[in-house]
């Protein structure tokens, strides 16, 4: 089991964050991606997007790069967009709502219900 794996079956948001904490602490010794993509804490489900929708951009434009730091960058993508998902289908299931703007990128902002 990898680590998109165990974000994937986890049934809490707490160990989603957990699982992202642990792998943002390993890549930090790698030194493949920007410090704002390895900051931590990580600060809640709009942050998440926030770094996935970057990763998106630098993966774009980074594509000319070549062995560790673009697959770094890759598998990156890949682990915030899983842990995207997850926190966002957890979020539906607890009945938090949550509001995504396609006119900003990355933008993500929890909604009290009341």
């Known amino acids: ?5 165990a974000i ?15 792998y943002i602490e390993a890549l930090r010794f790698g030194d ?3 410090a704002r993509f390895t ?5 809640g489900i709009a942050d998440v997007g926030a770094r996935y929708h970057g990763l998106t951009v630098e993966l774009d434009s980074a594509k000319k790069l070549h ?15 899983s842990a995207l998902h997850r926190l ?7 009945g938090k709502a949550i509001e995504v703007d396609p006119a900003k990128p990355g933008y ?4 009290e219900r009341g």
Not at 8 to 22: H, Q, W
Not at 39 to 43: N, T
Not at 108 to 111: L, T
């Open 88 to 94: 966002t289908l957890l979020h539906a299931a607890a």
């Open 8 to 22: 994937r079956d986890t049934n809490s948001e707490y160990v989603v964050f957990f699982l992202l904490t642990a």
């Open 1 to 5: 089991m990898d680590i998109i794996d």
């Open 108 to 111: 993500i902002h929890n909604i």
């Open 39 to 43: 900051s931590l804490p990580v600060a």
């Open 32 to 34: 493949y991606l920007p």
């Open 67 to 81: 062995g560790k730091a673009f697959v770094r960058m890759k598998e990156a993508l890949h682990v915030f967009g």
